[in-house]
């Protein structure tokens, strides 16, 4: 019988899980998870401290029990000390008994997901600066909220924007700081991230841009945030700056990117035989670059831990990529995303184009209508699209998923300037934006 050891269970893991059980009832799973849960949408932390969350336990889409009942071995609450990959060992600690235990596979499953980032920052250690990852800091951060005042968030990714737009509209006094000179600064290009900070500002959110932390000072019931060019007081901080693969039990055994991200090929393999990893352990393969890159989003752990299955036995299915398509909503605001923007392309050193086009999203015979703003970035060489962005105080979401589609098939501008969209004046003009944005880059090559 074939021994499989899963390391870690939140999304990647958990679909790992599913999957290789579906395709191998009888081979035996063992999962090793530090946490009591699994399957936490962390992507709620805002919202639930917002109130808009009906169950917090529906936060939850699996369970120990469910992956139990499915076949799998569980050992919650279980921390892995240590992997031998080439030996197929691993010694375990239970972290309710303390018993130390090592044990034997076959193949391995690498889903150790990611870490917040934490700088060391004088002061960062405080009891009143908070992370924003798993459950435990979920139940810190709503119960902080409930009493507070004030609170500084730090980092202004989708996370940070998130809490410090609840934060705010539960009354709770908000800074938002951040190193780059623009909240969203990885994620929109300035045409949209203008009119996110001006609703911030709109609602009593101070915008701290630009400015480093230097240090944290507990002032005993609270912390003051000093940076390059300020300091902001509070009676807790979040810390939102980000992830970095927990990747260490693999250190020097496979192929990782600078920052530890497992290389996995496109069945999901590492760099040595029967060793798998997904999810933010992991690598994707970045469609708009056509490079491995380092991306965690739940959507790219998801898909991958279920090709894990499809691909543990016998290479089957392969990844088809990704575009890193996302959407957030701030207060009335609107966004999604797919692909490269034109900063992210800078960043690369990739020379792109961008396109601007501010339409209304239905004809001005309905009785309401509203503007939206669609930035494509496209190769002014290949004309292929390699990117789209969307505001409106509309569900432009879908917009998204269009451009997502066209990155991975490679369309040209001229190709999405002649899809053929519909036109109903509930949900659009006679030119979709997508296709008229498309249509003003196409003129423009």
């Known amino acids: 019988m074939t021994t499989v050891a899963v390391i870690g269970c939140t999304h990647a893991g958990t679909f790992a899980t599913q999957s290789i059980l579906q395709e191998h009832p009888d081979w035996q799973v063992h999962v090793f998870e530090r946490n009591g849960t699994l399957s936490f949408l962390s992507c709620g932390i805002a919202l639930w401290v917002g109130d808009h969350v009906s169950d917090p336990k529906r936060m939850f889409y699996s369970s120990p029990q469910a992956l139990a009942e499915a076949g799998a071995t569980m050992h919650m609450r279980t921390d892995v000390l240590s992997v031998d990959a080439t030996g197929k060992t691993l010694v375990a600690r239970d972290l309710e ?10 193949k391995l499953v690498v889903t150790t997901g990611s870490k917040p980032v934490i700088p060391p920052i004088e002061g960062i250690d405080s009891d009143h600066v908070l992370l924003c990852k798993n459950w435990d ?14 609170a500084v968030v730090v980092g202004s990714g989708y996370i940070g924007a998130e809490l410090a737009e609840q934060f705010s509209l539960v009354g709770v006094k908000t800074t938002l700081v951040d190193a780059m000179d623009r909240v969203l600064a990885n994620n929109f290009d300035e045409p949209i991230t203008a009119e996110v900070e001006k609703a911030f500002a709109d609602h009593d959110v101070e ?22 060019k300020g300091e902001y007081t509070a009676d807790f901080a979040v810390l939102a700056v980000g992830f970095l693969p927990a990747t260490e039990l693999l250190k020097g055994q496979v192929d990782m990117l ?41 959507t790219n752990a998801v898909r991958q831990g279920l090709l894990v299955g499809r691909n543990i036995e016998t290479p089957t299915r392969a990844y088809m990529g990704t575009q890193a398509t996302s959407a957030v909503q701030l207060y009335d605001l609107s966004l999604a995303a797919s692909g490269l923007t034109l900063g992210g392309a800078e960043r690369r050193g990739l020379d792109l184009r961008l396109t601007e ?8 015979f309905m009785l309401t209508t509203t503007p939206v703003t669609s930035l494509l970035t496209w190769d002014p060489d290949t004309r292929e699209v390699k990117g789209g962005q969307f505001m409106a105080k509309a569900d432009i979401s879908g917009a998204a998923n269009v451009v997502s589609m066209a990155i991975q098939s490679h369309f040209t501008v001229d190709d999405l300037a002649n899809v053929d969209f519909l036109f109903q004046p509930n949900f659009d003009k006679p030119v979709y934006y997508v296709g008229a944005v498309a249509m003003k880059a196409a003129a423009e090559a």
């Not at 800091?137 to 004030?150: Q, T, V, Y």
């Not at 933010?280 to 380092?294: E, I, L």
Request: hydrophobic fraction near 35%.
């Open 357 to 364: 086009l501010v339409d209304d999203y239905r004809p001005d």
């Open 207 to 228: 915008l701290a841009l630009g400015q480093k932390v230097t240090r944290f000072v507990d002032t005993g019931d609270g912390v003051t945030v000093v940076t390059e």
């Open 137 to 150: 800091h979920a139940l810190a951060i709503k119960e902080r909220a409930k009493g507070a005042k004030s």
């Open 258 to 298: 600078p920052n530890g991200a497992i290389v996995v090929d496109e069945y999901m393999r590492a760099s040595l035989p029967d060793v798998y990893a997904a999810g933010d352990s992991a690598t994707v393969f970045y469609n708009p670059t056509g490079k491995h890159d380092y991306i965690p989003l739940a």
């Open 97 to 106: 008994t303390g018993e130390e235990k090592e044990y034997s596979f076959d």
